[in-house]
């Protein structure tokens, strides 16, 4: 069973940068399809960036393609996600994902996804 921490969060103004790692342990990380989810006060929580499975396709939600990028480092067995030209919409806690048995048409369902790191706060104000 895999265990994942979130870092990385914090307050940026308009059209800052940050990057957010997961770290994972407690599994084989290059076996999980993973992904970056964010929520927001009484919404649901919604899909941002991923990685298939096999790790050999990326997804993007439309409103970060261009700005948000995804990577891993499978030897340090941690996730990241850089995030440039950030908007106040962007606003939201941020958690990673991750699933052994998830399908492609579900990548992108947060109820298809078994673990979860704690989440970590990026706020985006002037």
């Known amino acids: 069973q895999v265990q994942l921490v979130e870092s990385g969060g914090g307050l940026v103004q308009p059209g800052g940068s940050l990057r957010l790692s997961c770290a994972a342990s407690?599994?084989?990380?290059?076996?999980?399809?993973k992904a970056w989810f964010r929520q927001t006060p009484g919404k649901e929580r919604e899909y941002v960036a991923g990685f298939s499975r096999t790790g050999g396709h990326t997804y993007y939600a439309d409103s970060v393609k261009g700005r948000f990028t995804i990577s891993r480092d499978n030897a340090k067995s941690t996730l990241y996600l850089q995030m440039n030209n950030l908007k106040p919409e962007d606003t939201a806690v941020y958690y990673c994902?991750?699933?052994?048995?998830?399908?492609?048409?579900?990548?992108?369902?947060?109820?298809?996804?078994?673990?979860w790191g704690q989440g970590t706060q990026v706020t985006v104000s002037s």
């Open positions: 994902a991750f699933d052994r048995s998830i399908i492609t048409s579900s990548l992108r369902q947060p109820n298809a996804y078994d673990y």
């Open positions: 407690g599994g084989t990380f290059s076996t999980y399809a």
